[in-house]
């Protein structure tokens, strides 16, 4: 019986981990899914199978150990919030204070060496500029 | 895309909240070839209004067994919504987009169909 519960709480350890591992990987390639449902219906099972596994022992009368209370904390609290994360996804838009047509705001910056930059130095050429919300 | 850019004669800058330290890893670190700009107070951000203020971040402590969080340290943290910004010779705006997700990056075909209608 202790095996059974091991084993569920072990699966849903893995399930969680390898499903945000595979997410994760997915940034810096560029091809994170708009619609993750995949991933989430494997947090949501990875959760599942630990819970089921840490209050099997509590069916036979038993009550669940620490070596399975650890990873299946573990597994719910990872699980759970990958589950956040995405509720939190949706950006606030439309505060943006240039429209097409606009000339560009005129703005001082650095670049990744240090020195100054301003946007006068961009006069006559093409630009892309990108706002990017920063490093993972 | 790169190679749309080039045949317009496009400068890319990207612009975070970085400070200059992480944008020269980020820049060494994934080999790009264009401008990072450093904004770490969020002025620029801020001026042209995109700033977002409930993005969550795993903030530097967290503890990873080959990359992926054990302990996260998630916390709220101010930057920027991402937004293109096509910009003519003439310092003139003339294409936005903006992710409502800020998870994913402007999709590429819409970019390139944008600059082909600006500079084609």
Redesign the interface.
């Given at each position: 019986m202790a095996t059974v519960a091991l084993g569920l709480v072990s699966a849903g350890l893995l399930v969680v981990v390898v499903t945000w591992g595979a997410y994760l990987a997915s940034i810096p390639k560029g091809n994170v899914a708009a619609r993750p449902v995949g991933s989430i219906i494997l947090q949501l099972l990875g959760v599942g199978l630990a819970i089921v596994g840490v209050t099997w022992p509590l069916c036979e009368g038993g009550a669940p150990g620490v070596g399975l209370i650890i990873p299946a904390s573990l597994a719910t609290m990872m699980g759970g919030l990958f589950l956040f994360l995405l509720t939190q996804r949706k950006t606030p838009i439309g505060n943006i204070k240039v429209s097409v047509g606009d000339k560009l705001l005129a703005f001082a910056s650095q670049d990744s060496d240090g020195n100054s930059f301003h946007s006068d130095s961009l006069a006559g050429k093409r630009v892309f500029l990108k706002f990017f919300r920063g490093g993972w | 895309m790169s190679q749309d850019?080039k045949k317009?004669?496009?400068?890319?800058?990207?612009?975070?909240?970085?400070t200059?330290k992480?944008?020269?890893?980020?820049?060494a670190r994934?080999g790009l070839n264009f401008?990072?700009?450093?904004?770490p107070q969020l002025?620029?951000?801020k001026?042209?209004?995109?700033?977002?203020?409930?993005?969550?971040e795993?903030s530097s402590g967290s503890f990873t067994l080959?990359?992926?969080?054990?302990a996260?340290v998630?916390s709220v943290k101010k930057?920027?919504?991402?937004?293109?910004?096509?910009?003519?010779?003439k310092?003139?705006?003339?294409?936005?987009d903006?992710?409502?997700?800020?998870?994913?990056?402007?999709n590429e075909d819409r970019?390139r169909a944008a600059?082909h209608e600006t500079?084609g």
């Open positions: - | 850019l317009y004669d496009v400068e890319i800058m990207a612009l975070s909240k970085d200059v992480d944008a020269a890893h980020n820049k994934d401008t990072l700009l450093s904004d002025e620029v951000i001026q042209y209004g995109l700033e977002h203020h409930k993005a969550i795993f080959f990359g992926i969080p054990l996260l998630p930057m920027a919504i991402p937004t293109s910004i096509i910009i003519d010779e310092g003139i705006i003339r294409w936005i903006q992710a409502d997700d800020y998870r994913l990056r402007s970019i600059l500079f």
